[in-house]
């Protein structure tokens, strides 16, 4: 890798989290880079965010283009490519990216976030973009006067199935338990829509169509008819890039921070849904007070040296 500038705090991660340890970073006057594939996370698969203080409702696109206008107004300086490599070297890391530059920081913040958890089930990859979708509001509207399933019974299986419900004919959620475990609120949504059935004890064993998606295959042998299959069963760790350097993970794949948001390799702190942090509530709110605290302790460890 051929080394360039030496930023004094390299964020990777375009989320809640990074976005906002960003913007504290570039308050305290470090010589801050901002790297992501895009600005939001997954934030911006959210069609209506209702919990995020100063917004009676606002949907997570939009949410993200605040914080675009904010980091601009900073004039903080965001790199949308792919980070695919870190390495320590002696200033601090080196950080590769698909644009094969390489990129070198004294310390880090690691926003990766996280990845959209699979079934693994016969027809799932087959299908994938051809009935199948991990992306409510990506692909709700071409689901129009269509039957669709959402796999889940948390928020975003909630979340997902009443945005669909506004251009499919029929939505059923198709929860593996006895009960959902969805807040409170979104279950009194789903009640308020008539086309949105739950199905209990559901396991999906297959997913079958020829070109598209056609029908599932339970466990228990029960096939339905739908159009398309939406898979709202969370989300793992992206802790890939974590690893490269040394950071450790629990035994569930999430960086071990402390309350300074500090990993066990000096410099080097982590923020959002990927970390132990938080009472591992992962919301918005919490997402930002991590990117917050992370870019303080940089600072406090930065002026030290």
């Not at 209506?48 to 900073?74: C, H, R, T, V």
């Not at 699979?118 to 689901?143: H, M, Q, R, T």
């Not at 789903?190 to 998606?213: A, F, P, Q, R």
């Amino acid at each position: 890798m051929n080394k360039k500038e030496v930023y004094d705090l390299i964020v990777i991660g375009g989320g809640p989290a990074g976005v906002t340890a960003a913007i504290y970073a570039a308050r305290y006057k470090l010589n801050t880079l901002l790297i992501s594939k895009e600005i939001g996370g997954q934030m911006l698969e959210a069609h209506k965010i209702e919990n995020y203080p100063g917004f009676k409702s606002i949907s997570g696109k939009e949410l993200a283009d605040k914080f675009k206008e904010q980091l601009k107004y900073l004039n903080i300086p965001v790199k949308e490519v792919r980070v695919d490599g870190l390495q320590k070297s002696e200033q601090g890391f080196i950080v590769g990216t698909a644009e094969e530059e390489a990129i070198e920081g004294k310390a880090l913040i690691l926003a990766l976030g996280t990845e959209r958890r699979k079934l693994n089930i016969p027809g799932e990859k087959e299908f994938l973009g051809k009935g199948v979708s991990y992306c409510a509001v990506c692909d709700g509207p071409f689901f129009k006067d269509k039957v669709v399933g959402v796999v889940g019974g948390g928020d975003s299986a909630a979340s997902s199935a009443v945005l669909i419900a506004k251009y499919a004919k029929k939505v059923y959620i198709l929860v593996r338990e006895a009960e959902m475990i969805a807040s409170p609120s979104w279950l009194d949504e789903i009640k308020e829509h008539e086309n949105i059935e739950v199905l209990y004890n559901k396991s999906v064993k297959e997913i079958e169509g020829d070109k598209m998606v056609s029908s599932i295959v339970f466990e228990d042998g029960e096939e339905l008819k739908i159009d398309g299959l939406f898979i709202e069963i969370g989300s793992i760790p992206a802790t890939a890039l974590a690893k490269e350097i040394g950071v450790k993970i629990n035994d569930k794949g999430y960086i071990i921070v402390d309350e300074r948001q500090a990993t066990n390799v000096d410099r080097v702190y982590a923020a959002g849904d990927i970390t132990t942090g938080s009472n591992k509530f992962r919301q918005i709110a919490t997402a930002i007070a991590e990117g917050a605290i992370a870019a303080n302790s940089a600072y406090e460890n930065l002026k030290k040296k």
